[in-house]
């Protein structure tokens, strides 16, 4: 019974989920639409279940990096700014919903996203820019016939989209224009379908539980 | 209860190749239909890549994407999940030390299982630690930035991401590649596919991260899975051809039917 109650709620939920969108009108016997099925029942469960999930993930982050500090494990300082934050954070978001009124504890609370939170995924965005250029060098190296082609296109489509390109040579931006929209396009419609049809297939397999690895295998 | 408009054909469809996997699935079991995977470099390469994190003494880092187990890219998570069964299996067998790390608190729980469970399998039940499968932060860069300090902390030899990324894909393809490790990942978001064949040495394209857990556990049921996606896309392919060349000879029936 450990493996079917789950599989028997992954069936029922994931069809109700999946007729939920596409049907109008009440389920003859229950007489409510799959639509009510959701908001009613099954979206509250999701918060709850999200819920429990979230605390689980917490009570880990903080079980490992309260370690890390209380056994002065290299690197602690990093583990104690973490669970400092992360606690800080807690009170902070507590008190905002203990008073959403009060214009000081929102204002305060919106400084913290603004001037920390935002800035750092900021910073962390903002890296991707250096990492796409040495990833473009070491993939554009012309080690192979497939790198040799990767190079002379990916050089077209930077000229085609540069000015310089129609100043170097008129057909640079015409050239650009065809290889995204025709060998490109082609390409990454080939790449949806197939994995669209293989998300499709897995779902199927969940469903109907013949995949069982997320609950830790047959 | 009827059908909302627009959805007819696709319900249609969607019961026809449900039909169509199952029957597959089905003659594939009882040993009727006989399936073999091509050869997928990338899934081969995860053996050699946790081999060498074990010669090294270094950890593998295997990261299932940043979805949920809810909305249109789950099934890249529970794709993830299935290959990470056999990387656990790996890694016990090699007495490897491995580092899941976690961005959606609804994937942890899964994955704890998962690890749990194969090390379980493989007998060696103490290689299960509370560090093996990590939370890191349900916020997309803290989640990148943890990833990076471990990478760094580490210096992890094997990287293996399978599964739905964004921005954060080359971010962790880069630090791993910076840090030396052989990296193998594979998504099906389209926009991040360049990121990875850029900066890892292995790359799963779309629906190959399907396939993972059919090839690398050679079940009959996934097998038969996988192959009755081939008769579908042929059927897709064939349809595409010839609306094609109906909308070429000015008739749409075919354009009307698909939005019905």
């Known amino acids: 019974m450990r493996r079917e109650i789950p599989l028997l709620i992954t069936f029922l939920v994931g069809i109700i989920f999946l007729f939920g969108p596409i049907t109008t009108g009440n389920i003859p016997v229950l007489e409510m639409s799959f639509r009510q099925i959701v908001s009613t029942y099954l979206s509250p469960w999701t918060t709850i279940i999200t819920a429990f999930a979230i605390g689980l993930a917490s009570i880990n982050l903080l079980r490992l990096h309260g ?8 690197g602690w300082i990093n583990s104690a700014a973490l669970v400092i934050s992360m606690l800080f954070f807690t009170v902070a978001r507590i008190i905002r919903e203990l008073r959403p009124t009060d214009p000081e504890v929102v204002a305060f609370y919106g400084r913290i996203f603004d001037n920390i939170a935002a800035p750092l995924s900021g910073a962390m965005f903002a890296i991707l820019a250096f990492y796409i250029a040495s990833a473009s060098y070491r993939a554009f190296r012309a080690r192979s016939l497939e790198a040799s082609v990767l190079l002379v296109a990916a050089i077209i ?44 297939a897995t779902s199927l397999r969940i469903l109907f539980g013949l995949e069982r690895g997320y609950l830790g295998g047959d | ?106 994937v942890f729980p899964l994955a704890q299982e998962v690890v749990r469970q194969g090390y379980l399998a493989a ?35 094997a990287n293996l991401m399978i599964g739905a990324f964004w921005a954060e894909s080359l971010l962790m393809a880069e630090g791993g590649s910076q840090v030396g490790a052989i990296q193998v990942a594979g998504t099906a978001n389209m926009h991040q596919i360049p990121f990875f064949v850029a900066a890892c040495d292995y790359t799963l394209i779309g629906e190959e991260i399907y396939a993972g857990g059919a090839y690398l556990s050679q079940d009959k049921v996934r097998l038969g899975s996988i192959a009755s996606q081939d008769y579908v896309k042929f059927a897709l392919m064939a349809s595409i051809l010839v609306g094609a060349v109906m909308m070429t000879a000015g008739n749409d029936w075919l354009r009307v039917l698909f939005v019905k």
């Open chain 1, 67 to 74: 370690s890390y500090v209380a056994r002065k494990r290299s």
């Open chain 1, 157 to 200: 489509v930077m000229l085609g989209a540069a000015p310089v390109g129609a100043l170097i040579w008129d057909y640079f931006p015409s050239l650009q224009r065809w290889l995204l929209a025709v060998p490109n396009t082609a390409g990454q419609r080939a790449i949806i379908i197939g994995a669209a049809i293989g998300g499709f």
């Open chain 2, 1 to 106: 209860m009827e059908l909302v408009p627009g959805n007819i054909f696709g319900v249609w469809a969607m019961v026809v190749v449900s039909i169509c996997v199952l029957l597959v699935v089905y003659l594939t079991k009882e040993g009727k239909f006989l399936v073999k995977l091509r050869r997928i470099a990338g899934l081969e390469a995860i053996e050699e890549a946790i081999g060498r994190a074990t010669e090294m003494g270094k950890p593998v880092h295997f990261s299932p994407g940043i979805a949920d187990v809810t909305g249109d890219t789950a099934p890249q998570t529970f794709a993830a999940l299935e290959v990470l069964t056999y990387v656990t299996t790996l890694s016990a067998k090699y007495n490897a030390e491995l580092i899941v790390t976690i961005r959606m608190p609804n």
């Open chain 2, 123 to 157: 007998g060696k039940p103490d290689l299960f630690q509370e560090e093996t499968v990590r939370f890191l932060s349900s916020e997309q860069f803290a989640y990148i930035a943890g990833v990076l300090g471990i990478f760094t902390r580490q210096r992890v030899a």
